[in-house]
């Protein structure tokens, strides 16, 4: 498509961004492809691109009155610059939600590592609240043998049990069968394994992280996933989406995350 623009890094990686959601859909590091992007993502105009990092604002998932994981993911971005992106309000943003924004995202190649930063400016005239996250897709060989380290201990809502509150007790979370984890408080310093390979996952700005895998039933549920391809990914997302955030007018907020391929 010809909104996709790629990025070279330092080292021969490379990232692919599309203007449609100003979304993320490939990095790849040191040979390997690290983020999944469905073979039936749809990227038409509206439709959320299942897959990459999938920008998540001004709501996360169903945590207010409007569209679901709010409608950044799914409007045109215009290109800033070199490795930068922007989304304003207008007409169709105010009538779904009636503020003045500047949204920038960065996505910044570093050896071994990929940078992806989200800004959030006030520009009108009411101070207005918030939730966000950058919903990324991480590619794994073999979801049964994967393993994210990093969250042992910490409290979580769950999702896929009725939002009910509970504590992970196991130091490195499995994946099997569907998941869908808020891990209030809980941000960067985590490691997912798969296959004998690692990434890191740290974040800034970003008060929590959740977790997601469909599993098997709801992958075939979602027309943009089908079968088994849940067994592909696991998202591991940096997000606000516990507390609102709040932003006076003129006041801007920074998140970021950035994954890291050890050596
Ligand atoms: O299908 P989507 O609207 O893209 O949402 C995909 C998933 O996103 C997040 O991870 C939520 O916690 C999940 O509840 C949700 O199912």
Request: charged fraction near 20%; include cysteine; charge should be negative.
């Amino acid at each position: 498509m010809s909104d996709i623009v790629e990025l070279q890094g330092p080292d021969g990686a490379t990232a692919r961004v599309c203007a449609h959601g100003g979304q993320l859909l490939s990095w790849v590091c040191a040979g390997h492809e690290r983020l999944y992007l469905s073979p039936r993502a749809r990227h038409a105009s509206g439709q959320a691109i299942r897959g990459g990092v999938p920008v998540i604002f001004p709501q996360f998932g169903d945590r207010g009155p409007g569209p679901r994981h709010g409608f950044a993911r799914v409007r045109a971005w215009t290109p800033a610059g070199e490795g930068r992106w922007r989304l304003r309000d207008d007409d169709a943003t105010r009538a779904l939600w009636p503020h003045g924004f500047e949204l920038e995202l960065t996505v910044s190649l570093q050896a071994r590592a990929l940078s992806v930063g989200l800004d959030v400016a006030n520009t009108g005239d009411d101070a207005f609240a918030f939730t966000a996250a950058l919903h990324t897709y991480l590619a794994v060989d073999a979801l049964a043998g994967s393993h994210l380290h990093g969250l042992g201990g910490r409290a979580y809502y769950d999702a896929a049990r009725g939002g009910t509150r509970a504590t992970q007790t196991e130091a490195a979370l499995a994946f099997a069968g569907e998941l869908d984890r808020l891990y209030p408080g809980a941000a960067g310093g985590l490691a997912l394994d798969d296959d004998g390979r690692r990434l890191r996952i740290d974040a800034e700005g970003f008060p929590d992280t959740v977790v997601w895998n469909p599993g098997p039933a709801l992958a075939v549920e979602l027309a943009d996933l089908g079968p088994r391809e849940h067994e592909r990914f696991v998202c591991v997302e940096a997000a606000a989406a516990a507390q609102p955030l709040r932003l006076g007018p003129g006041e801007r907020w920074h998140g970021r995350q950035t994954l890291t391929v050890p050596d």
